[in-house]
């Protein structure tokens, strides 16, 4: 989401003639379009403006701007004391950017025929914003709003501009795109009106409450969908389900991903888990391990739970020493290494057609994704948004190998 705001602001800025340099010390305008949904995001967001600070000083930066979460939270107003900042956006006023840099006022629009964020070829399409969720821990909701779904026809209308553009892959955004629901549809509806317009679909991210199981049904039927499915479940303990109100028991998210194996078989599953939050005990963690080797992810986020001022969460007692959220830290990665790894060697041997993301590296090779949704580096210069046949000759635990293309 915040790569996609970013390719937003870079198009107003451009429009108003700045060209993108690589350098700090290059810019006259430099834009920290951030996150804030662990402290660490706001560590790294202090070290660069004390890192900009200093060549503001000593007259090589001239302007600083910071947007995006970090933004619209209150520790803003905190930063703005401690840094020289020109200017601070939040998450709905990123328009505001225009006239500072001298461009007309304009009005927030979703996303103006952007011609996508890797290029032509792969394009970022918002659906909603804000959620409306409360979890625990979670700062998203005070920083991004409630949610707001945009109109089928305005989604559509922008697909298919895309697409008569040349884009090739169109990914719908939202925090919790599969709740999006307007005048009678549903996210299926969107989802499957989307695939009859776009070559290639994906979308991100899902919520396991609102997750039906006709979309997953979908995933497996219409053949312009990725068969990749990234749905958090956070924990695998009901107790920890419940203290973060996350609104679903582990048993309805294994029975969401029997569905989802059914329906796509060959495709691959994703998810995103907290380790350490507030009460969690080592049960909690046991069962959380259980359910990480019950559903054999093909890749797992794991995040140490990271307390955000302003959260219940980080007001609630019992906080898991470091020591401890370390070693849970390690035991869940493992175990999903281990089965990712597992099921990508099943993969050897298979001829896929591979879409290029990236384009290839010194090393000659490209970075490409399958229609079951596996990372592959294969060997070809051809640009993003191609496609080719190859040979998997063999996997890691994060990414499968294929050889020369045939076709
Ligand atoms: N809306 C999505 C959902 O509900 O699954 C996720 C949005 S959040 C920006 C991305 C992930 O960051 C979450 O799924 C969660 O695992 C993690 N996360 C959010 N707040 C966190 C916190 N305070 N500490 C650690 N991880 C956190
Ligand atoms: Fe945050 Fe996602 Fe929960 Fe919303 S549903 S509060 S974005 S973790």
Request: hydrophobic share 35%; with cysteine.
């Amino acid at each position: 989401m915040n790569v996609h705001d970013s390719d937003r602001i870079r198009r107003m800025i451009q429009d108003a003639g700045y060209a993108e340099v690589q350098r700090y010390e290059d810019a006259d305008l430099v834009i920290l379009n951030t996150c804030y949904v662990r402290e660490n995001a706001v560590d790294r967001v202090k070290g660069h403006l004390g890192e900009l600070n200093r060549l503001r000083r000593e007259g090589r930066v001239k302007k600083v701007a910071l947007t995006g979460c970090i933004g619209a939270a209150e520790e803003s107003a905190t930063l703005r004391q401690t840094y020289d900042i020109d200017l601070v956006l939040g998450t709905h006023n990123t328009y505001e950017l225009a006239e500072f840099v001298g461009l007309p006022t304009m009005q927030e629009t979703y996303t103006p025929e952007l011609p996508g964020t890797e290029g032509g070829h792969n394009a970022f399409v918002t659906i909603m914003t804000g959620c409306n969720y409360q979890c625990s821990y979670c700062i998203v909701p005070t920083v991004r709003g409630r949610m707001i779904c945009r109109p089928m026809e305005s989604v559509l209308g922008e697909v298919e501009n895309l697409v008569a553009g040349g884009t090739g892959y169109v990914t719908l955004l939202g925090q919790t795109v599969d709740a999006w629901r307007h005048e009678g549809k549903r996210f299926c509806d969107l989802l499957e009106a989307v695939s009859e317009k776009a070559p290639r679909v994906w979308f991100t991210t899902s919520h396991p409450s609102n997750m039906e199981d006709r979309t997953l049904r979908a995933i497996g039927e219409k053949e312009t969908i990725v068969k990749r499915l990234h749905l958090p479940v956070q924990s695998g303990s009901d107790r920890m389900l419940r203290v973060m109100h996350r609104g679903y028991k582990a048993e309805r998210y294994r029975r969401k991903i029997e569905v989802f194996r059914e329906a796509a078989p060959e495709g691959t599953l994703s998810t995103d888990i907290i380790v350490g939050h507030p009460g969690e005990t080592e049960e909690d963690h046991q069962q959380t391990l259980r359910l990480v080797a019950d559903c054999a992810f093909d890749s797992a986020y794991i995040f140490k739970f990271s307390p955000r001022r302003g959260t219940e969460a980080a007001t609630l007692p019992d906080s898991v020493p470091d020591a401890i959220v370390q070693r849970r830290f390690l035991e869940v990665l493992r175990q999903v290494e281990q089965n990712a790894f597992t099921r990508n060697q099943r993969k050897i041997g298979g001829v896929e057609e591979i879409y290029i993301r990236h384009g290839s590296t010194e090393d000659g090779k490209a970075i490409g994704e399958t229609w079951s949704g596996h990372a592959v580096h294969v060997e070809t210069n051809l640009p993003p948004g191609n496609y080719v046949k190859a040979r998997i000759e063999s996997a890691g635990p994060h990414v499968l190998y294929a050889g020369k293309p045939s076709g």
